[in-house]
């Protein structure tokens, strides 16, 4: 929702079809009840919010609730989410900091953002993260500008790659 005009994408992006959309910093359950109704297919949000995970659960999408205290980790996971989203994760040591969070919670499905490039994220799977969730590192700015739709999908490539476990190679493509 830092995005201007982001719930109008969200809609054009559903009206296209043939890909899953979802809604991201979603603060409050007023928005998540607008990102719904345009479409979205999973909610994501950097706190903890329950009327946002109510609605979510009633409605049948994927939310996810952040936290990064052990404590705020557990009160997303105890108040319903499907996945806790621990920002940022880079800023607090990143997939060591993971791996000490896993240790003592290891019930509970853990996606690190902020901070996650190409070159760590393998190290976050390591460290027991269900996903990994990727912004500026994969869809760059200055590619959606210039159009380079291609650099994009590349990036993906990569990143998929390393969620597969294994080395990235351009005979994958």
């Known amino acids: 929702m830092t995005v201007p005009g982001a719930i109008d994408v969200i809609a054009e992006l559903c009206a296209g079809g043939g890909i899953l959309v979802g809604a991201g910093t979603v603060l409050d359950a007023a928005t998540a009840r607008r990102c719904i109704d345009a479409g979205a297919e999973f909610l994501v949000s950097p706190v903890l919010d329950s ?3 109510t609605l979510a659960h009633r409605e049948g999408r994927l939310v996810m609730a952040g936290g990064l205290t052990p404590v705020e980790v557990v009160d997303a996971w105890n108040n319903g989410a499907d996945f806790v989203k621990v920002f940022p994760c880079g800023n607090l040591g990143g997939a060591a900091y993971l791996r000490t969070l896993k240790t003592v919670l290891p019930h509970i499905e853990m996606i690190p953002t902020g901070g996650v490039t190409l070159a760590n ?6 460290a027991g993260a269900a996903a990994v969730g990727i912004g500026g590192e994969l869809v760059s ?3 959606l500008l210039a159009g ?8 993906a490539r990569r990143f998929a790659a390393v969620a597969r476990g294994v080395k990235y190679d351009n005979a994958l493509s």
Not at 121 to 126: K, L, P, Q, R, T
Not at 148 to 155: C, K, L, P, S
């Open 51 to 53: 009327q946002i995970l």
């Open 121 to 126: 994220a393998a190290s976050f799977f390591e």
């Open 141 to 143: 700015m200055a590619a």
């Open 148 to 155: 380079d739709f291609a650099a994009i999908e590349e990036g």
